[in-house]
Each structure stands twice: as structure tokens, then as C-alpha cells.
């Protein structure tokens, strides 16, 4: 028994001590990376960090809980965790949105981890015997209760935000963008992941507080091996992640008013279209965005986008992308698809990843591209 508790023991320290050293070096690495996600990186560095900083929390105090400087440096680092939650929700934000100055978050997100200081100042003035005896009488039970339940509420409340700013850039992204970047799996499967790490702590916190129970399959070891998998996860994605064009947030609704374009800058806006998409073929180019399709146009990014909504029912994403499945279409039509292959023409269409195309036809013409061929008879 006590030899299968060592070898447990230590295999579990094997992999906080690779989730420490991996976190140090992505946080290291990515900021090494010029020109790519530079002002959310710094914060994804910073994360790294604190999950290495917490991770390094365990470590110290599982290898020998009564040494004192190990207990005392682990008892400060477990206030990081009150800093994890609102970095995360800063990181996501500044990768997908463009703001004028950068989003930093707000004071008040970080009162948490100012308590959390004065309380670990607090500690100090008793001695470690002191505090080993206090818990064991039961003197620090409610104490660290509230702790937990506040430390999980409150990251709780922050993967909540992180799913909603999710949302609302998934939104944002057709009115803005005639293509897809990709970046939404990325971030739902990174808040997904930490949301399990924290699911994961509420089920020991039950267990232990509420239920007196111990499972060898949900505990505190388990979750902190999670916590390693999340930094590698990141860490390695974030490396082969291209520059993300992060789009403007509004922070006001769109004027719906019928007399937003009217007369003679109705019609500007109306020929311009036309000449743009039939005679000048911009839907070709694989990045092309609002912002892009206004100056050209000379005029605002909101004038079009109402446009599009109100006169052609439709978003910029959709808008765009059915412009691109008819000269697809033309393509078939002519038979270039016995010469090259589909993925190809997509591309010389103005798709710039299969998954867009899939996507997009399968919208506008209800059918996959090669059933669509063989049903038209253009095989």
C-alpha cells in the first residue's frame, strides 16, 4: 500500500514539474514571436506563467507539506488564482477584437487578489505550528471555504464572460469579415478545457467540505494534471497560430432607422456595389473585410453593413460568399474541375479554407459541392 501511494505520488510530480517547466517555456517563446497576436500574447504569456506559479503551489506542498518555507510559499502562490480568471477573459478579448487603447480590464477584477494579499499577511503572524493546529482543530475550515467558494465562483463567472465574448464575435465576424479565421475553436476548446479543470475543483470542494468523502478518481491530483494538459494545450497551439484580424467591438447598436441611406447616397452605395462585385471582382480577394469594401467605397463601415441588412437582407460574410459560389459555379459550368480539383477552383473563387467553402455552399445551395455536380450533370 505505501509503495503504490509513493509511485503515485511521484508520478504525479513528474507531470506538474513538466506542466511547470512547459509553461515557463511556451510563456518564454511566444513573446520571442514578432508580429504575431503581439498585445493578447503578452497576456497569454502572463497566464502561462500563473498556471506554472500555481502548478509550482502544489509541487512545493505535496513534496513536504510540514517544512515551513515550502508551506509558507505555497499558501501566497494559491492566491494567483484569483488573478486566473480575468487574464483569461483579457486574453480572449484582445485576440479577436480590435480596441482603441487596449482592453486592460477593469480595477475591480482584481480586489480579489488584493484581499487575498492582506489575508496571506494575516497568516503571517502566527507561527506554522500555530496554523497546522488551527486547522486541525477546525479553527481555518470556514476560512478556506469561503476561499474556495469564492475562488470558484468567481473563475466560474469569468469562463462565463469568455463564453458570451465567444458569441458575440462569432456575430460580429459575418458582419465584418467575408471569411472565417478559425480562431472560435481555438478559443471554445481553451475555455472549454479550463472550465473542466474548474468543474473538477467544485466536485473535490463538494466532496471534501459537504460530503467527507475521498474518490481516487476525482480529487485534487486529478485536477492538477488537467491543469498540466491546459498548458501544453495552449502553450503549442498559440505557436502555430497566424495573426488574427481582430475586429472592431461595438459598444453601440447600429442605427436600424430606414433613413440611414436614402437618395442619391442610397444609389452611390447600390451602383458601387455593383461595379465592385461584377466589373472589379473584389469578392476574389481571400481577405477581404467591411473596412476594406468602405474605403473603396468611400464611405462607413456601419453605412454598408446597414445596407446590407436592410436592402439585401443579408450580412458582409453572406453577402460576399455568394458571389464566390457563382464564379465556382461558372467554373463547373466551363469544366475546369476535370483539370483541377475543387478545392483548387474554391480558391481561384475566393474561399480562403475548405471548411468556409463547405460551409458556404451547403448554405446557399443546400447540397455539397461533388453531389451538386453529379445531380447537374457536369460530371
Known amino acids: 500500500m505505501i509503495s503504490f501511494l509513493t509511485l503515485t505520488?511521484?508520478?504525479?510530480?513528474?507531470?506538474?514539474?513538466?506542466?511547470?517547466?512547459?509553461?515557463?517555456?511556451?510563456?518564454?517563446?511566444?513573446?520571442?514571436?514578432q508580429n504575431k497576436n503581439k498585445n493578447a500574447n503578452k497576456v497569454l504569456s502572463l497566464i502561462l506563467l500563473i498556471a506554472s506559479i500555481l502548478l509550482m503551489a502544489k509541487f512545493l506542498y505535496s513534496?513536504?507539506?510540514?517544512?515551513?518555507?515550502?508551506?509558507?510559499?505555497?499558501?501566497?502562490?494559491?492566491?494567483?488564482?484569483?488573478?486566473?480568471?480575468?487574464?483569461?477573459?483579457?486574453?480572449?478579448?484582445?485576440?479577436?477584437?480590435?480596441?482603441?487603447?487596449?482592453?486592460?480590464?477593469?480595477?475591480?477584477?482584481?480586489v480579489l487578489v488584493a484581499i487575498m494579499c492582506i489575508y496571506y499577511t494575516w497568516t503571517l503572524t502566527y507561527s506554522h505550528d500555530e496554523l497546522i493546529l488551527m486547522w486541525q482543530e477546525g479553527k481555518l475550515t470556514t476560512l478556506f471555504l469561503l476561499i474556495e467558494t469564492f475562488g470558484i465562483a468567481f473563475n466560474f463567472y469569468f469562463c462565463?464572460?469568455?463564453?458570451?465574448?465567444?458569441?458575440?464575435?462569432?456575430?460580429?465576424?459575418?458582419?465584418?469579415?467575408?471569411?472565417?479565421?478559425?480562431?472560435?475553436?481555438?478559443?471554445?476548446?481553451?475555455?472549454?478545457?479550463?472550465s473542466l479543470f474548474f468543474t473538477g475543483w467544485l466536485c473535490c470542494y463538494i466532496m471534501f467540505y459537504f460530503l467527507n468523502v475521498y474518490s481516487k478518481f476525482i480529487n485534487y491530483?486529478?485536477?492538477?494534471?488537467?491543469?498540466?494538459?491546459?498548458?501544453?494545450?495552449?502553450?503549442?497551439?498559440?505557436?502555430?497560430?497566424?495573426?488574427?484580424?481582430?475586429?472592431?467591438?461595438?459598444?453601440?447598436?447600429?442605427?436600424?432607422?430606414?433613413?440611414?441611406?436614402?437618395?442619391?447616397?442610397l444609389k452611390h452605395v447600390k451602383q458601387g456595389l455593383e461595379r465592385l462585385m461584377i466589373e472589379e471582382k473584389i469578392y476574389l480577394d481571400h481577405k477581404l473585410t467591411l473596412i476594406d469594401l468602405a474605403k473603396k467605397l468611400d464611405t462607413s463601415a456601419n453605412d454598408i453593413s446597414w445596407f446590407l441588412n436592410n436592402v439585401y437582407k443579408c450580412n458582409f460574410y453572406d453577402y460576399i460568399n455568394q458571389y464566390r459560389i457563382q464564379a465556382f459555379v461558372e467554373k463547373i459550368k466551363n469544366g475546369e474541375h476535370h483539370n483541377t480539383t475543387l478545392l483548387a477552383l474554391s480558391f481561384d473563387s475566393g474561399f480562403n479554407s475548405k471548411s468556409t467553402f463547405n460551409k458556404a455552399f451547403k448554405s446557399k445551395m443546400n447540397d455539397t459541392p461533388s453531389n451538386y455536380i453529379k445531380k447537374t450533370h457536369f460530371v
Open 9 to 33: 505520488f511521484g508520478f504525479i510530480d513528474f507531470i506538474i514539474v513538466s506542466g511547470i517547466s512547459q509553461g515557463v517555456f511556451l510563456a518564454i517563446t511566444i513573446q520571442i514571436i
Open 63 to 110: 513534496f513536504d507539506a510540514e517544512y515551513e518555507l515550502f508551506f509558507r510559499v505555497s499558501f501566497f502562490l494559491d492566491t494567483f488564482i484569483f488573478i486566473f480568471g480575468p487574464l483569461l477573459y483579457i486574453y480572449c478579448r484582445r485576440l479577436v477584437f480590435n480596441e482603441t487603447p487596449v482592453y486592460r480590464g477593469r480595477f475591480v477584477y482584481f
Open 160 to 194: 462565463y464572460r469568455c463564453y458570451k465574448l465567444i458569441k458575440i464575435y462569432q456575430e460580429e465576424e459575418k458582419k465584418t469579415l467575408s471569411y472565417s479565421q478559425n480562431i472560435v475553436f481555438f478559443l471554445k476548446a481553451m475555455v472549454i478545457t479550463i
Open 221 to 265: 491530483n486529478l485536477i492538477w494534471i488537467v491543469f498540466s494538459i491546459f498548458i501544453y494545450i495552449i502553450g503549442f497551439y498559440s505557436l502555430k497560430q497566424p495573426d488574427i484580424f481582430r475586429i472592431p467591438l461595438s459598444k453601440n447598436k447600429a442605427l436600424k432607422s430606414k433613413e440611414r441611406l436614402e437618395g442619391a447616397k
